[in-house]
């Protein structure tokens, strides 16, 4: 059973930075592409950024530019660096391994759902 543990969030105003981590345990993390979610009050999980093992990465629109994804496959760790932080932004940030379709995109978390880390953003 994979277990995943986020941690970093907190509460920034507009425009500032956070720096988001995800310990993950199992010893098939080196060849998971893993991913950031986040889900804001009252809507869906969507997701965020994907890493694949080779370190390739793709953002949903609306954080290209402000966030980047990284991984330490020797530590089992993904990393989400925020800057520039928007109001539109305040979620609970989760991290999983993420399930792609035959196109490229993302379908779902593939492992149970940590607690998430939540991210406050104030104007």
């Known amino acids: 059973q994979v277990q995943l543990v986020e941690s970093g969030g907190g509460l920034v105003q507009t425009g500032g930075s956070l720096r988001l981590l995800c310990a993950a345990s199992?010893?098939?993390?080196?060849?998971?592409?893993m991913g950031w979610y986040r889900q804001a009050p009252g809507k869906e999980r969507e997701w965020v950024a994907v890493i694949r093992s080779g370190g390739s990465a793709n953002y949903t629109d609306s954080v290209k530019g402000r966030f980047t994804i990284s991984r330490d496959n020797a530590k089992n760790t993904v990393t989400l660096q925020m800057n520039s932080l928007k109001s539109e932004d305040t979620a609970v940030y989760y991290c999983?391994?993420?399930?792609?379709?035959?196109?490229?995109?993302?379908?779902?978390?593939?492992?149970?759902w940590g607690k998430g880390t939540l991210v406050t953003v104030s104007s």
């Open positions: 999983n391994a993420a399930l792609m379709g035959p196109a490229g995109q993302v379908l779902r978390g593939l492992y149970n």
């Open positions: 199992g010893s098939m993390f080196s060849i998971r592409t």
